[in-house]
């Protein structure tokens, strides 16, 4: 069962606009990593972020998990086409380290 | 480095054949796992290994079988297809034996089943 939700679902922006995109879960978790599937390939690891953590960068992209709303949120920052693709946080939680995924964003950055 | 390789990229099976999809890495890697992708479910696990000769069960298990006799490969059987098996696959590893680190993605294996 999904643990993480992203929200919205879909979300069509302009290239260099701002797009940010949330992940919701319901349990206490040990970390929360993004990843990101161009149509038809594999998942690409992008953030990984321990629940000590805030905030985190790496590029054009900023993470930040708040462990007492139980959220984070993926922030890309003067998006590209290139950036077009289906983003999914992954969560571990308890005892287990196995990540579960949630069901996805979908990005459309229109040239 | 290759990564994660799957093979085949498409498949195409009839109801009750068995196949196999096949996972290699070239990576080392302890941990690795079987996931399927269904349109609006996000990627549930099916499968996973913290070593060879160890596989545990995951979230979505019937109807699949594992075996892990060497650090480099996973196959993952489907015993008898069924048309609710029809999906994309794909095979997952990761550095950290638990999986709690990044993982590394093959490009995955389109099943339909008839």
């Known amino acids: 069962s999904q643990q993480g939700e992203e929200d919205p679902q879909a979300l069509s922006i302009q290239e260099g606009e701002n797009a940010t995109m949330n992940c919701s879960y319901k349990?206490?978790?040990?970390?929360l990593q993004w990843y990101r599937q161009n149509s038809g390939r594999g998942l690409v690891h992008l953030i990984l972020i321990r629940s000590n953590e805030r905030e985190k960068h790496s590029g054009r992209l900023r993470v930040t998990l708040d462990t007492s709303k139980k959220s984070s949120s993926l922030l890309i920052t003067a998006s590209r086409a290139a950036d077009t693709a289906s983003y999914f946080c992954a969560t571990t939680s308890g005892g287990s380290y196995i990540p579960t995924f949630g069901r996805g964003t979908s990005l459309i950055v229109h040239p | 480095n290759a990564g994660v390789t799957q093979t085949p990229k498409f498949q195409v099976l009839k109801t009750g054949q068995s196949m196999t999809l096949q996972c290699a890495q070239d990576m080392n890697h302890e941990y690795m796992s079987w996931y399927r992708q269904d349109p609006g479910m996000g990627l549930r696990l099916i499968h996973y290994?913290?070593?060879?000769?160890?596989?545990d069960q995951g979230e979505v298990p019937n109807g699949y079988n594992v075996s892990r006799s060497t650090t480099e490969d996973f196959p993952l059987r489907l015993l008898s297809a069924a048309p609710s098996q029809t999906s994309v696959y794909f095979c997952?590893?990761?550095?950290?034996?638990?999986?709690?680190?990044?993982?590394?993605f093959g490009e995955g294996s389109r099943l339909t089943v008839l």
């Open positions: 349990t206490s978790i040990n970390n």
């Open positions: 290994s913290v070593g060879a000769g160890i596989t």
């Open positions: 997952a590893s990761s550095y950290s034996r638990s999986g709690a680190g990044e993982l590394f």
